[in-house]
């Protein structure tokens, strides 16, 4: 089979795009040609990153940054389209799980924390990359909400009223947006098949669990062309039952 490149020419930005789900849309979107610039924490993901994406690495580009500091964002977001004159695509991957907990038996901090991943982060990265994508008249954004933001669970309120709350923002931005040529959608995973899932939840039928590269070819389709039509969506990823 011929391979795609169906992304050639273009730059995405893929915010925390050294983890598990963040990793897997960075190396589809390199393996359809195009050029991916990540955001990350810890050098150690980069450089498997890197390695993985084998002669691909070429067109991967990495920052090390907070992606709840707007001045950081910022910056990130001029350099990128400084250096390659556009910015087609805004995947963010960024967030953080906290839960088992009734809400009056929780830490305070732990909402403070959700917040900032699940919701500052995307506020912060919207900001910095809305504009941009208006002045070229296109543009894909799309956010990983969760499950939770729409099917809210018992011992998990920060993280569900800060996921719920990012989904919110990106609708709201969507009504901005409307009619612009940038388009603004979320994917709604739930438990995701990563190691460390598996390591947190032993005893739970993996097999029911989609992986991060089946979600990714969802956010791919999102950022391509072929997602033409659809915007303001929060489209659930989270699976129908056991793989085969």
């Excluded at 964002?73 to 001029?78: A, D, F, G, I, P």
């Excluded at 004159?85 to 305070?108: M, N, Q, S």
């Amino acid at each position: 089979m011929e391979k795609s490149t169906r992304f050639a020419g273009t730059v995405s930005l893929v915010a925390g795009g050294t983890g598990a789900l963040g990793g897997a849309v960075s190396r589809a979107l390199l393996a359809e040609g195009g050029t991916v610039i990540v955001t990350y924490r810890r050098q150690q993901e980069f450089e498997r990153l890197v390695q993985a994406a084998a002669a691909d690495a070429a067109r991967l580009e990495g920052e090390r940054i907070d992606a709840t500091d707007e001045t950081a964002v910022r910056q990130l977001v001029e350099a990128i389209v400084a250096r390659h004159r556009r910015l087609d695509a805004l995947v963010i991957t960024v967030g953080g799980y906290a839960g088992g907990t009734k809400l009056w038996e929780d830490d305070p901090q732990t909402l403070d924390r959700m917040l900032a991943l699940n919701l500052r982060a995307a506020y912060v990265l919207a900001r910095a990359v809305a504009p941009v994508m208006l002045g070229q008249a296109g543009g894909s954004i799309v956010n990983v909400a969760a499950k939770a933001a729409v099917d809210r669970p018992a011992g998990a309120a920060a993280y569900a009223a800060s996921k719920a709350a990012a989904l919110a923002l990106m609708d709201t931005l969507a009504a901005e947006l409307a009619g612009s040529g940038v388009r603004v959608n979320s994917v709604l995973p739930s438990v995701i098949d990563t190691a460390a899932n598996r390591a947190a939840m032993p005893q739970a039928d993996f097999t029911a669990w989609p992986r991060p590269e089946a979600i990714a070819r969802v956010i791919l389709f999102l950022c391509s062309g072929d997602a033409g039509p659809i915007h303001g969506a929060g489209i659930p990823v989270y699976g129908s039952g056991r793989r085969r």
